[in-house]
């Protein structure tokens, strides 16, 4: 019996210290990781898509305005066939009134190694974890490349991130013990985000033209899952520069989904809202904060509106988004010198 | 199967489980199954099927036939012909293109305008492990040391033995401890096997992945551009390369006393700290024990009491004296034994130079100028029981092994000797000028990883000479045995080689 218990706790203080190492050593702070930070059953909305997701929509800023609590299940340049199995991984956890569905790169990119890795490696090790390894290994273009990705010990580097990442021992830096000062709940602020780069003026066309058959397929499954969990979806395209192509493409996706009975929002086609391309995006996919604000503002609103998401305002288990809300805006003023409340205010008129 | 991968660690797991689970009396069994699927594992088909039973076969009928005629003349034919099968299988699967070469090129330089082809031959892991197991299992019967095995599946489960496929050590059918009582007859779990099996694979696993496939990078970077690193940079290839298979095969080698430790079934060790021999007599009685003391008791010995090396100790006797006498035909059968030893490594002449003749040479030199040298310390007074003269000695053994090591990592001959010139090249500076240093596969937190666990290496082989040190570890409080552990486990996670970028850790001696 002793000896029973020895060995259990050698394991327990061998998982703790990995644990430690892991966080430390391999994996840094993104968007999924916050998520999992959360409370159960706390988040109000979830929001799944890729950067332009994380890097639009200010939780920290709609939950000040409007009281509800939005979590992030994205990463850069997240393949969309991630996006059935994050749903799946945020029911473990939350109850959201609304999932937000950000259908950019359903059209737009393809799935190479990063990709794949930014947005599994945060998940939790869960055989969901693994089905969204491999959905994502069968679709990517490293698999249609490289016949060796295919490979179950290539499966297994993604399985196992720290197969990849104990070597980055050789990167490690003070950034790595202190806290994270590019995630705000979720919502990212750096020195990219401040940046003013005017964008060439975009306007949405009528075109329609049919995505390839994987990508539908890739979509229909997602659908196919939507209706059997009956959980509630909008999906999204965000304001951004397209190509022609992805432009009519996108007509042909929202009409797909909207075929199926779910709701799309253009924000590229809305009469109340648009963003600035002189001074609201910092790259042709990416607002910057000033956009972000903005689309928070305007979004947020549509989404207390629209799906009655309850204020938390005066709870005191949400007081940590004030916190956070707090360090968003010291780093805003770090940043650009100005103060975020003033900025703020411009858009609220 | 790769020892350091997660088709052998599920094989193990799965082993142990069902080892531990089932009666003592039928655990050989799930050995036996176990060592099947490790050795057809890589190579399934009919072909190595046969092959791999054909040896058995004879092993096992030769076996038995010689007990059965010990008393008669019939038995040393029924030897002859098992050694001459399982060796003929050796050659043909190993050897017949070497063979084939060589006359290819004797015919090139006798102006003959015709060529062997090649034959395509697939080798089952371990062939020259198991095939030496074999003929000693059957010489050892004839000797009268063993009794031939009855269960032919028993027989299979000695001679196929899986963690032993890999890279050895060699196994004796009536060796102390003896296969009856360690495959046979089955094991209770033991914790204390257990921890003392699992730390012995930890060991062995960061040897393999934290030194020896670092100390690759370097030695591979190196000799496979010799041009780009000439001088210093070949001078410490040349000297980590016996430190790379030291831990590669070592390594291999701890992996497989563990897991066979956690079943409670012992192993003969094949390494005690090679690197502090003062000598290379010593060296070697410290360095692939098992191949060495096989090819003493298997060729050494028999060559000795042969009557052709009889008659030779005779006339040498009469003609050079007594001591001579002795010692000429005793370094003729060592010589035999040293070319065997270089052959058994691959047959091509670079192995035979550098883990036979030059081998051959250093311990004649050894025999014939210690007394020289003790003579001339005498004389000019120095004292020899030093710490200082006792490094010297075990730097130049070390050295003396790594000149010969050369061969056995050169592509062949003629680029070991473009190695040994390279080494003449002068460029001491690229010691201080760090860039160009690190600039050959290893980096700068690269090389202090390397220095930090080669001396933990070397301060664990020097205690292992003074003591038990797994004993040692577990006689330790809790707290400090435990931060070693952590400390271990730690350093391979994060320290190791593997993963993508990485070769899989392949074991250098797992090709023989």
Redesign the interface.
């Known amino acids: 019996m002793k000896?029973i218990v020895k060995s259990i706790v050698?394991i327990i203080?061998?998982c703790l210290?990995?644990n430690y190492?892991f966080k430390i050593?391999w994996i840094n702070e993104r968007p999924i990781s916050q998520f999992y930070k959360e409370p159960n059953d706390s988040l109000d909305v979830v929001y799944i898509g890729a950067s332009n997701a994380y890097k639009s929509f200010n939780t920290t800023l709609a939950f000040n305005e409007y009281g509800f609590a939005t979590g992030f299940l994205a990463d850069g340049s997240q393949p969309f066939e991630m996006t059935k199995y994050l749903i799946k991984e945020s029911e473990k956890y939350q109850s959201p009134a609304v999932y937000v569905i950000d259908i950019y790169r359903l059209c737009v990119g393809s799935a190479i190694e990063g990709n794949i890795r930014n947005s599994t490696d945060s998940m939790k090790f869960s055989l969901n974890r693994i089905d969204a390894i491999n959905a994502m290994l069968k679709y990517s273009d490293i698999v249609k490349d490289d016949p060796n990705t295919k490979s179950k010990?290539?499966a297994?580097?993604y399985y196992f991130s720290?197969?990849?990442y104990?070597?980055k021992?050789?990167n490690i830096s003070y950034e790595n013990f202190s806290e994270s000062k590019e995630f705000y709940k979720g919502y990212m602020l750096t020195k990219n985000e401040i940046e003013i780069n005017e964008q060439e003026n975009f306007i949405w066309q009528d075109d329609i033209q049919e995505i390839p058959k994987e990508r539908l397929e890739i979509l229909n499954d997602l659908l196919d899952y939507i209706d059997s969990s009956k959980v509630n979806v909008l999906f999204v395209i965000p304001n951004h520069v397209y190509t022609p192509e992805a432009n009519s493409q996108f007509n042909y996706v929202t009409k797909v989904i909207e075929d199926r009975g779910y709701d799309v929002i253009n924000f590229n086609t809305l009469d109340d809202f648009r963003g600035d391309y002189a001074t609201e995006f910092y790259d042709i996919s990416h607002f910057n904060v000033y956009g972000a604000t903005k689309y928070t503002l305007y979004f947020g609103k549509y989404l207390k509106e629209h799906y009655n998401l309850p204020d938390h305002r005066e709870d005191e288990k949400y007081h940590s988004w004030y916190e956070v809300y707090d360090k968003l805006k010291e780093r805003y003023k770090e940043l650009t010198g100005n103060n975020f409340d003033d900025m703020l205010s411009k858009y609220k008129k | 199967m790769n020892l350091i991968s997660?088709s052998f660690v599920l094989l193990c797991i799965i082993t142990l489980i069902i080892y531990f689970v089932i009666p003592k009396k039928i655990q050989w069994i799930v050995l036996l199954i176990s060592s099947l699927v490790f050795l057809f594992y890589d190579n399934f088909s009919l072909g190595t099927f046969l092959q791999a039973g054909v040896v058995l076969l004879t092993t096992y009928t030769m076996a038995r036939l010689i007990e059965k005629n010990r008393d008669s003349k019939k038995a040393k034919y029924f030897l002859i012909t098992g050694i001459l099968i399982v060796l003929g299988v050796l050659l043909y699967i190993k050897y017949s293109n070497m063979f084939l070469s060589m006359f290819n090129s004797l015919f090139g330089i006798v102006g003959l305008n015709f060529k062997f082809k090649m034959i395509n031959t697939v080798s089952l892991v371990g062939i020259s492990y198991y095939s030496l197991i074999m003929i000693s299992y059957m010489t050892d019967v004839y000797r009268g040391t063993c009794k031939a095995q009855k269960n032919i599946l028993k027989c299979a489960l000695f001679v196929y033995y899986f963690p032993i496929l890999n890279s050895g050590p060699f196994i004796r059918y009536g060796e102390p401890g003896g296969v009856e009582n360690n495959l046979y007859n089955g094991h209770k779990f033991s914790?204390e096997h257990m921890c003392s099996g699992l730390i012995r694979i930890a060991w062995g696993v960061f040897k393999v992945l934290v030194i020896s496939i670092r100390l690759g990078y370097f030695v591979d970077t190196v000799f496979s551009d010799l041009n780009a690193y000439p001088g210093i940079f070949t001078i410490i290839a040349v000297c980590f390369f016996p430190l790379q298979l030291y831990t590669n095969f070592s390594g291999s080698i701890d992996i497989i006393m563990g897991v066979s430790e956690i079943m409670g079934i012992e192993l003969p060790e094949n390494f005690t700290s090679p690197f502090f021999s003062r000598t290379i007599t010593e060296f070697w009685r410290n360095w692939h024990i098992t191949l060495g003391s096989w090819l003493k008791d298997y060729v050494f010995y028999p060559l000795q009491l042969s009557s052709g090396i009889q008659k030779l100790t005779k006339f040498c006797k009469n003609h050079f004296g007594k001591k001579a006498g002795k010692k000429i035909p005793m370094f003729l059968s060592m010589f035999i034994m040293w070319i065997l030893i270089g052959a058994w490594h691959g047959g091509a002449v670079k192995f035979i130079i550098g883990s036979g003749v030059l081998q051959f040479v250093y311990i004649l030199l050894e025999d014939l100028l210690t007394p020289i040298s003790e003579k001339l310390n005498k004389k000019l007074g120095i004292n020899t029981d030093t710490f200082g003269y006792r490094l010297y000695q075990m730097v130049r053994t070390f050295l003396l092994f790594s000149l010969a090591m050369v061969f056995f990592r050169a592509d062949s001959v003629s680029n070991a000797i473009e190695i040994f010139k390279n080494m003449f090249v002068w460029n001491p500076w690229v010691l201080l000028d760090n860039a160009s240093l690190y600039n050959a596969g290893l980096?700068l937190?690269d090389f202090r990883i390397l220095i930090i666990s080669l001396v933990v290496l070397f301060i664990v082989d020097y205690l292992k000479r003074k003591m038990n040190v797994r004993e040692k570890l577990f006689s330790q409080n809790i707290v400090f045995r435990?931060l070693l552990i952590?400390a271990l486990?730690?350093s391979i996670?994060?320290?190791?080689c593997?993963?993508?970028?990485y070769d899989a850790a392949d074991f250098i001696y797992r090709g023989f």
């Open positions: 000896k050698f203080i061998f210290i990995w190492v050593l010990d290539n297994l580097y720290f197969m990849l104990h070597n021992w050789k | 997660l914790y980096d937190l435990w952590y486990l730690f996670i994060i320290f190791g593997y993963g993508p970028g």
